[in-house]
């Protein structure tokens, strides 16, 4: 299974608060933990060529990670489009925390994506509402944050195809934090926490939601992704006399 996680690493280079948590960024954080579930996923941050999203990368991509705040206007739309063309031709795409208002998120939705949010270090419950699906494997009921920020409802998404998490703050909001979706052949995983002050990507239960959507958002077993080059899904030819 081949694994990239997409970080704008923009806070780690300006906040000294995100730059002391995460002194190898969140994408290194992201990637520590799917290394102690057996997964490997090389890495690429806005900054470089093609935001180290090129058309070679992403067809060598079985399960995209996608991490972004700050710089969402500043990804092109040329490689949202490749993205986009990724996913509905078989690529997995884990869209965390704020990626909710990132292009290829909004983009996929077709709705803007909002919600509800305020900043503060208080504690979240996530409640684990769909216990037999394959993201949730593995955790208990529920688990805990101590320190996290806000998101609350409404948020502005489709309706989900399965809710797996459900969040509850200490101010009273809840938030549908685990969400799936199916794009043309791929598979989207939309997961809340992951603040970047707080050390949320240290956390075992986290780690543990992360791996666990990777491998329920990866090409089936046997199938690969479709692309123009592999042609794994060839156009049938028509019959005489016969639907097609």
């Given at each position: 299974m081949k694994v990239t996680i997409w970080n704008e690493?923009?806070?780690?280079?300006?906040?000294?608060?995100?730059?002391?948590?995460?002194?190898?960024?969140?994408?290194?954080?992201?990637?520590?933990?799917?290394?102690e579930h057996g997964i490997d996923a090389r890495t690429a941050t806005l900054e470089e060529p093609e935001h180290g999203l090129t058309q070679a990368i992403l067809d060598d991509t079985d399960v995209l990670i996608w991490w972004g705040h700050m710089a969402h206007n500043e990804v092109q739309d040329e490689i949202v489009n490749r993205v986009q063309q990724r996913v509905l031709t078989g690529m997995g795409l884990i869209v965390l925390h704020s990626g909710h208002f990132s292009k290829i998120f909004k983009r996929l939705m077709g709705t803007t994506c909002d919600l509800l949010w305020r900043v503060a270090n208080e504690k979240e419950r996530l409640w684990v509402v769909n216990p037999g699906h394959p993201i949730a494997q593995g955790l208990p009921r529920y688990f805990e944050l101590e320190k996290e920020e806000m998101y609350g409802e409404y948020f502005d998404?489709?309706?989900?195809?399965?809710?797996?998490?459900?969040?509850w703050f200490q101010g009273g909001e809840v938030f549908r934090s685990g969400c799936t979706f199916r794009r043309g052949l791929g598979k989207i995983f939309y997961f809340r926490p992951g603040h970047e002050t707080f050390p949320t990507y240290y956390q075992p239960a986290i780690?543990?939601?992360?791996?666990?959507?990777?491998?329920?958002a990866a090409p089936e077993s046997g199938l690969v992704p479709f692309t123009p080059q592999?042609?794994?899904f060839p156009a049938r030819e028509a019959t005489p006399g016969k639907d097609v």
């Open positions: 690493g923009r806070h780690e280079q300006i906040n000294e608060i995100v730059a002391n948590l995460y002194p190898r960024g969140i994408h290194g954080a992201i990637a520590e933990g799917l290394s998404i489709p309706e989900p195809d399965e809710l797996i998490f459900l969040s780690r543990q939601v992360i791996a666990n959507s990777v491998r329920w592999n042609g794994q």
